[in-house]
């Protein structure tokens, strides 16, 4: 029974018109409470298979469920999942508050000062919030973003590549960020290039390459040990 479950991947594949399969056969899961960082080599097949996640393309076998609805396109959104694939599409000369009431506004959802200040707090974004948005560092401005992600406070959230960009201090704040919002009984899931960063932000990772996952776990047990998976990720 995977109704509880924030996600699970089962056999997914994803074969493109040209007949090449960018995801061949793959199996993963993402439990409430974790940070769990998709990792893998450009190409490896992780944006791939966060477009089927969202439902934007039609796996060509296997499946994804999220709290054990089936993700499908055409199938509403799943008001349990939120995403951020593109980067951020700020107003520069808003304040940070201002994007997000606006954002807020455009989901149609009503207005909760309550919820604002939440997501204003788990965030992590300050006082630095009434400043103009063209002030802000590329951490900030990523952190606006990951904001309006969260503004429905979503229990499956999914980034694509959050840390991308960010220097050691940042990457710091985010792996708080990321922590607190798991901490409540949701779930993150982050795609990244760069073992360094999923082993400063995450608690789990899947180990992507060539289309398959080489290795899932804690991680403390992948990343860093020397162990059999860390090699598989260097060797590409
Ligand atoms: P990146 O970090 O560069 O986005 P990735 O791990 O996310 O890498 P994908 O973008 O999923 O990898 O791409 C996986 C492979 O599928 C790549 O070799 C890519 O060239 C190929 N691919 C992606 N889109 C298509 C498409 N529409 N048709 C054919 N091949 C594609």
Redesign the pocket.
């Known amino acids: 029974d995977t109704a509880d479950v924030p996600l699970v991947v089962r056999g997914l594949r994803k074969v493109?018109?040209?007949g090449?399969a960018?995801v061949n056969g793959v199996d993963y899961r993402v439990e409430r409470g974790q940070v769990v960082g998709l990792l893998?080599p450009?190409?490896?097949?992780?944006?791939?298979s966060l477009r089927v996640l969202m439902g934007l393309l039609q796996p060509s076998d296997g499946e994804i469920r999220v709290f054990g609805h089936r993700v499908t396109p055409g199938a509403p959104v799943l008001s349990r999942l939120g995403a951020l694939v593109e980067g951020p599409g700020l107003l520069p000369h808003l304040s940070g508050m201002d994007n997000l009431r606006l954002f807020w506004r455009a989901t149609g959802r009503p207005e909760s000062e309550a919820r604002l200040d939440e997501v204003v707090r788990i965030a992590d974004l300050g006082e630095r919030i009434h400043r103009k948005v063209r002030t802000y560092s590329h951490g900030m401005k990523q952190r606006i973003a990951i904001a309006q992600a969260m503004l429905g406070m979503p229990e499956l959230l999914v980034l694509d590549e959050p840390t991308d960009g960010l220097d050691p201090p940042q990457i710091a704040e985010m792996r708080r960020v990321l922590h607190d919002y798991a901490s409540d009984g949701r779930a993150v899931l982050v795609s990244s290039?760069l073992l360094a960063e999923v082993e400063q932000t995450c608690s789990h990772v899947v180990v992507m390459s060539r289309g398959r996952v080489v290795g899932t776990g804690e991680v403390k047990d992948v990343i860093g040990s020397g162990g059999r998976l860390e090699d598989a990720f260097l060797e590409l």
């Open positions: 493109y018109a040209d090449f960018a893998g450009n190409g490896a097949g992780k944006t791939t290039h």
